[in-house]
């Protein structure tokens, strides 16, 4: 081989490597970004689930002391 296929070979190998390296670190970037927003979601979720059940117990009770009113009466 010639030294100027020596170094085109060089070269390309070194630009892929470099090509992979940013791809593995955009799909790092990527992973961490979903799983922040997974996170955020289940977060969302939780605050909503905690929030209705207060809600339903807030219902519970007054439904309690409505009975309890009656049966004193």
């Known amino acids: ?7 085109a070979v060089a070269l390309g190998t ?8 940013h ?3 955009g799909a790092k970037e990527d992973a961490e970004r979903a799983a922040e927003k997974t996170g955020d979601a289940a977060e969302k979720a939780g605050d909503k689930a905690e929030d209705a059940a207060e809600k339903a117990g807030d ?5 309690g002391d409505k009975i309890e009113e009656k049966t004193d009466n």
Do not use: D, N, W, Y
């Open 14 to 21: 070194l630009l892929a490597g470099v090509g992979c390296r």
């Open 23 to 25: 791809t593995q670190e």
């Open 59 to 63: 219902e519970a009770e007054k439904a």
């Open 1 to 7: 081989m010639t030294r100027k296929a020596l170094l």
